[in-house]
C-alpha cells in the first residue's frame, strides 16, 4: 500500500484554475517544493506564488529560510568570484521535507562553506525580498546592504525610485544614508524573491544605471520563470546599457497561466463570498474592526468579506508604548514586553543601509537578545542548548510551537533572532514568518497555500494612508497541530502604535489564538537630515506611471555621457585596500619619467618644463632615516589621532553624514584614509574617498571633477590635504573650482580640510601647529607606493585623467599600512578628547588670516628670492625640498627640537646648511629654501 505525501500547496488553484508551475532546482528542490499557488484580486495578476523558504507568507524554520539565502548568496559569489559551483547537497530537499534536523545542518553547511569576502552592493525589493536579500549579503561577506522602501523619512532626500506594476503596492524608493554604497564602482546585486518577467528588474536597472553606470549586474532570485521573450529583453538591456547582467536562481521552470485567467479568478473571487462557501472557505480571522462578518459553523472561526472590502475604526485608545509600560511587564492580558538591549547605533535593517561592519555587531549582540526572548517565554517552553537531531532519526518528543513574527519590510532581524532562538531552544519548533501589504484570498485545504489569514488595520503611520494588512497562515484553522504555542512580535518603533494595541489591532488578533505574545521592540533607525536633491523631470511622474522613475539626482550634462575613465584601486594600482581610495588617475606605470634633480631644478627654473612633466627619483632611505620615521610615527601617532579626530568632526558638522571625501594626491591620500576610517571608527560612517590631481600653474583635473560630478553631488565634496605651506595649493583650489563652476556651471565647494595649517590659510583643520605628520617622512613609500602626480601633454590627452606612476618594485619598503595601523591603533586614547572638545572646536573662530604668506614674503625679501615658489614653509613642505628639489637653505626654528631630527639628517645627506633662527619672527618650525639657479 502507498502512502500518499502531503498535497502540493497549489492543488486547489490548479485544480479549479488551470494554473501550473513546472522546472528543475538545486539541492533535489524543484519548483513545486520551493512555491505554493493562492489567488488574489489583482487587476494585473490574480494568482499569487507562495514560497515555502521566503519566510513571508508561509510559517518556516528560521534555518531553512535564512539557508536559502546563503545558498543563493553562494552562487552569486560563485560569479563574483569566477568560482565553481559547489556540487548540490540535498540538505534543502530534506530540510523541506521537514527532516528532523535537515534545516539546522543545511543553514551550517552554507555557513562553512563561506569563502573569502567578496565586495559589492546588494539592494533587495520591497517588502518580500528585504529579509533575503540581507541573507545573500551575508554570505558575501564583504557586501555593503539596502533595501528598498515604501516608507518615506521626513528629512531624507531620496536616491531614486522605480515601480513594480503588478505589485498590490508599486512604488520603491531608495534612501540610503549615506548615499555612497551606491557610487562605488562595484558589481551590484538585486535580489528579489522571484522573477517572473524580469520587469521590475529591467525598472530599476534603467534608472539606477542612468545615475551610476557599473559595469556588472548580478539578479538573483529564489525562483526564475521568465519566458523566452522576457529573458532576450533583459539581454537586449544588457546591450543596450552596455554592461553585464547575469541572473541565477534556486529553481528555473515556467508557469502556465491559461487564457483568460483574470475573468476566471474574478468569478472564483466573487462566488466565494456568498454564504453558501464550499468546502475549502476564506477563513479570516477578524476581531471588532470589520463589517460584514459571519461565523462558520463548522469551524467557529470568523469568515471576513473579501480583501480591501472591510471597514476599520481608527482610535487611539490603546495602550501600545505610551503608557510607559516596561519590559517583562503585561500591556494586556497575554501579552509582554520584552526588553532586547538594542545595540546603539546598529540600524534595524537596510532601510538606509548596512555595512559589514554591522553585519559584526548584530552577530555579536544575537545571543543575548535571543537570550532574553527565550527567558521571557513560558517556563514548558524555556529549556537549554539544543543537542542536534541526527539526520532521519524521529524528534526525542513533540515540541511547543513558537511563532518568531516580522513586521513588512522588518524581515531581516526577526529571521536573525528566531534562527538564533531555534538553535538554543530544546523544547520548541520554531517558525519564522512576517505581515505584509498584499490581499490574498486564505483557503483552508491542505491543497492551497494560504489557509488561514489575520486582518488588521496598519499601525505603522503609512504614507500612502490606512489599510488594511494581513498575516497568513497563523491561526490554526481546521488542523490543531497548526496551533502556536507562543508568538514573539518583533517591530520597530514606528509600528509600536496605539494602532497596535488598539480593539481589532494585531495585537488584539494575535491574542484571540490563545497563545501568550511576547511584543519586541527595537527602535528604528534615523538617520540624520540630508539635503533635498533636486528632482528630475522624471521623477515627478505619479505613481501609477509604469516607466521608471529616473534617481533624484542631478544628472550628467549632455557633454559627459560619454564613458569617463574608471578610477585605479589597490592591489591592482597602489598598495592601498580597495576600499580606502579610488585613484582618479592615468596608471603611467610603464613610462619612464624620472630625471636627476638638479636636470629637473634647471629646467624648471628655466622655464623650459614644468614641475609637473616629470617625475624626481625615488628617494631611497637610509637605515638610520628609517629609524627616524619609525621614531617620529610612534612619538606623533597619538598627536596625529587626534588631529585626524578633529578635522572629521569638523567635516561632518558642516557637512552632515555623507560627504565626499576627495583627496589631493598625493600628499592628501594618507590623510583622507585616516579621516575615512575616523568616519567608520566613531560614527559606523562608509564614506566614499577619490584622489585626484592638482598641479600648480595648470589647476585640478578637470575630467576627475567630471567623474565626480557624474557619481555625486558636487555640493558633498570635500577637498582634503595633508598640510598648508603658504597656500599655493588652496588659492588654485579656488581659482580652478571657480573657473571649472564658469565653463560647466558645477559648482564644487573651495574650502580645504587638511590636518595642519600652520599657513593659516584653511577654515577646516586639525591643527594649526607645525609639527611632524611622518606620511611627509617619505615620497611613494608611506603613500601607497604612488608617485607624484604627472600632467605631461604627451602621455596625458584630453579625456584622460592626470598621470602617476605604481611602484610595485618598492613593496619591500613600504610602509604606508603601518603608517595607517599606527595612527589608527591610538583612536581610542583620544576619542574621548576629540568628543569633549567637539563643541568648542566646532564654535571656534576658524577663518584664515593667511599669516603665513606674509612670513614667506618677508624671508624672501631677507634671502633676496624674488620667486616665491622657491620659498616652501613648514615641516611637510620642507621635507619635500630635500627629497625631491636642489635645497639651498634650511631654516630652522631654535626651539624646534627633535622634531627636525629627520629634517637635520636630510639636510646633512644633501649638503644644504641648517639655519637656526628665532623663534619670535618664524611661525613655522622650518622653512627649506630651493637653490636658485641663477
Known amino acids: 500500500m502507498t502512502v500518499p505525501g502531503p498535497a502540493w500547496p497549489g492543488e486547489w488553484v490548479a485544480a479549479r484554475l488551470g494554473v501550473r508551475v513546472s522546472g528543475t532546482g538545486r539541492g533535489g528542490a524543484g519548483m513545486r517544493e520551493l512555491v505554493g499557488v493562492a489567488v488574489r484580486r489583482n487587476p494585473r495578476r490574480a494568482h499569487l506564488l507562495v514560497s515555502t523558504v521566503l519566510g513571508k507568507h508561509v510559517p518556516a524554520d528560521p534555518r531553512l529560510v535564512y539557508g536559502a539565502g546563503l545558498l543563493l548568496g553562494a552562487l552569486v559569489r560563485n560569479v563574483l568570484s569566477r568560482a565553481e559551483a559547489p556540487p548540490p547537497s540535498g540538505l534543502l530537499a530534506q530540510a523541506l521535507s521537514g527532516s528532523p534536523g535537515a534545516a539546522a545542518a543545511f543553514r551550517t553547511e552554507l555557513r562553512a562553506a563561506a569563502g573569502p569576502a567578496v565586495e559589492a552592493v546588494v539592494l533587495g525589493y520591497a517588502e518580500t525580498a528585504t529579509g533575503l536579500g540581507h541573507s545573500v549579503a551575508d554570505a558575501l561577506g564583504g557586501a555593503c546592504y539596502l533595501h528598498s522602501t515604501r516608507r518615506p523619512i521626513d528629512g531624507v532626500a531620496a536616491y531614486g525610485g522605480f515601480e513594480e506594476e503588478h505589485s498590490h503596492a508599486t512604488g520603491h524608493l531608495l534612501l540610503p544614508v549615506p548615499a555612497h554604497p551606491l557610487e562605488r564602482e562595484l558589481p551590484l546585486v538585486l535580489v528579489d524573491d522571484e522573477l517572473s518577467t524580469g520587469t521590475t528588474v529591467l525598472n530599476t536597472l534603467r534608472a539606477l544605471h542612468a545615475v551610476r553606470p557599473r559595469r556588472h549586474y548580478v539578479v538573483a532570485s529564489l525562483v526564475d ?31 502556465l497561466l491559461p487564457p483568460g485567467l483574470l475573468q476566471a479568478a474574478d468569478r472564483l473571487l466573487t462566488s466565494l463570498d456568498g454564504d453558501d462557501r464550499p468546502p475549502g472557505r476564506d477563513l479570516t480571522t477578524s476581531i471588532g474592526t470589520r463589517t460584514d462578518t459571519r461565523t462558520d459553523t463548522r469551524t467557529g472561526t470568523g469568515v471576513g468579506t473579501r480583501p480591501g472590502t472591510g471597514t476599520h475604526t481608527r482610535t487611539r485608545t490603546g495602550t501600545g508604548i505610551h503608557t510607559g509600560a516596561g519590559p517583562g511587564q503585561e500591556l494586556r492580558a497575554g501579552v509582554r514586553r520584552v526588553d532586547l538591549e538594542w545595540p546603539a547605533e546598529l540600524p534595524d535593517g537596510g532601510r ?106 496598519a499601525h505603522d503611520a503609512p504614507a500612502d494612508g490606512p489599510g488594511e494588512r494581513y498575516a497568513y497562515n497563523i491561526a490554526p484553522g481546521s488542523d490543531p497541530g497548526r496551533r502556536f504555542d507562543a508568538i514573539v512580535l518583533v517591530v520597530d518603533h514606528t509600528a509600536d502604535t496605539p494602532e497596535l494595541h488598539a480593539p481589532g489591532g494585531l495585537l488584539d488578533q494575535l ?49 559627459e555621457r560619454k564613458p569617463l575613465p574608471r578610477p585605479l584601486r589597490g592591489p591592482e594600482f597602489g598598495s592601498y585596500r580597495p576600499q580606502d581610495v579610488a585613484w582618479l588617475l592615468t596608471d603611467l606605470s610603464a613610462v619612464r619619467l624620472e630625471a636627476p634633480a638638479e636636470e629637473r631644478e634647471e629646467a624648471i627654473q628655466a ?21 627616524l620615521f619609525h621614531d617620529a610615527l610612534h612619538a606623533s601617532a597619538t598627536r596625529l589621532a587626534y588631529a585626524v579626530g578633529v578635522i572629521t568632526e569638523l567635516i561632518l558638522a558642516e557637512r552632515g553624514p555623507d560627504p565626499v571625501l576627495v583627496s589631493l594626491a598625493r ?40 567623474y565626480l560630478a557624474a557619481h555625486h553631488d558636487p555640493a558633498r565634496v570635500v577637498f582634503v590635504d595633508g598640510w598648508t605651506g603658504k597656500g599655493a595649493i588652496a588659492t588654485e583650489l579656488t581659482e580652478a573650482l571657480a573657473e571649472h563652476e564658469k565653463t560647466t556651471g558645477r ?180 622653512v627649506g629654501l630651493i637653490r636658485p639657479i641663477s
Open 511 to 559: 491574542t484571540a489564538l490563545d497563545a501568550p505574545v511576547l511584543l519586541a521592540t527595537i527602535p528604528a533607525y534615523r538617520p540624520a537630515r540630508t539635503p533635498q536633491a533636486p528632482r528630475t523631470p522624471h521623477a515627478s511622474r505619479p505613481p501609477h506611471a509604469s516607466r521608471p522613475l529616473l534617481a533624484s539626482r542631478t544628472l550628467p550634462v549632455a557633454a
Open 352 to 457: 538606509h543601509g548596512f555595512t559589514p561592519e554591522h553585519r559584526l555587531q548584530l552577530e555579536a549582540a544575537l545571543p543575548s537578545m535571543a537570550g532574553r526572548i527565550a527567558g521571557a517565554l513560558p517556563p514548558p517552553i524555556r529549556g537549554g542548548r539544543a543537542a542536534p537531531y541526527r539526520l532521519g532519526q524521529p524528534a526525542p518528543h513533540d515540541p511547543a510551537r513558537v511563532l518568531v513574527l516580522g513586521c513588512e519590510e522588518l524581515m531581516y532581524l526577526p529571521l536573525r533572532l528566531a534562527e538564533e532562538l531555534a538553535d538554543s531552544l530544546d523544547r520548541a519548533e520554531v517558525r519564522f514568518s512576517t505581515t505584509t501589504r498584499s490581499p490574498v484570498l486564505a483557503v483552508d485545504d491542505p491543497g492551497y497555500a494560504i489557509r488561514t489569514r489575520l486582518a488588521f488595520p
Open 225 to 255: 520563470l521568465r519566458g523566452p521573450g522576457d529573458r532576450a529583453a533583459m539581454a537586449d538591456l544588457a546591450a543596450e546599457l552596455d554592461t553585464r547582467v547575469d541572473t541565477l536562481a534556486l529553481a528555473t521552470g515556467r508557469v
Open 667 to 706: 600628499a592628501g591620500t594618507p590623510v583622507g584614509i585616516l579621516v575615512r576610517r575616523w568616519a567608520a571608527y566613531a560614527h559606523g560612517l562608509d564614506l566614499p574617498h577619490y584622489a585626484i590631481s592638482i598641479v600648480r600653474g595648470r589647476g585640478i583635473d578637470e575630467v576627475a571633477l567630471g
Open 747 to 926: 559648482r564644487f565647494p573651495d574650502d580645504l580640510a587638511v590636518l595642519a595649517d600652520p599657513g593659516r590659510c584653511a577654515s577646516t583643520f586639525g591643527t594649526r601647529e607645525d609639527f611632524l605628520i611622518p606620511s611627509a617622512c617619505l615620497n611613494s613609500t608611506v603613500s601607497g607606493l604612488v608617485s607624484r602626480t604627472v600632467l605631461n601633454p604627451g602621455l596625458i590627452g584630453p579625456g584622460d585623467f592626470h598621470g602617476a606612476k605604481f611602484y610595485s618594485a618598492l613593496t619591500g619598503a613600504d610602509v604606508s599600512a603601518t603608517f595607517l595601523d599606527t595612527v589608527c591603533a591610538r583612536f581610542g586614547a583620544v576619542a574621548g578628547r576629540v568628543a569633549a572638545d567637539r563643541a568648542a572646536l566646532v564654535a571656534a573662530d576658524r577663518t584664515p588670516d593667511w599669516s603665513g604668506w606674509a612670513a614667506v614674503r618677508r624671508i624672501g625679501e631677507r634671502y633676496g628670492i624674488g620667486d616665491t615658489n622657491l620659498i616652501k614653509p613648514g615641516v611637510g613642505e620642507t621635507t619635500r625640498v630635500l627629497l625631491r628639489r636642489v635645497p639651498w637653505r634650511i631654516l630652522a626654528r631654535a626651539d624646534a627640537g627633535d622634531e627636525l631630527a629627520h629634517i637635520r639628517l636630510l639636510a646633512a645627506e644633501r649638503g644644504a646648511p641648517v639655519i637656526e633662527v628665532d623663534p619670535a619672527g618664524l611661525p613655522y618650525a622650518c
Open 607 to 627: 622655464g623650459t618644463a614644468h614641475y609637473a612633466e616629470s617625475l624626481p627619483v625615488e628617494y631611497q632611505p637610509s637605515p638610520e632615516y628609517q629609524r
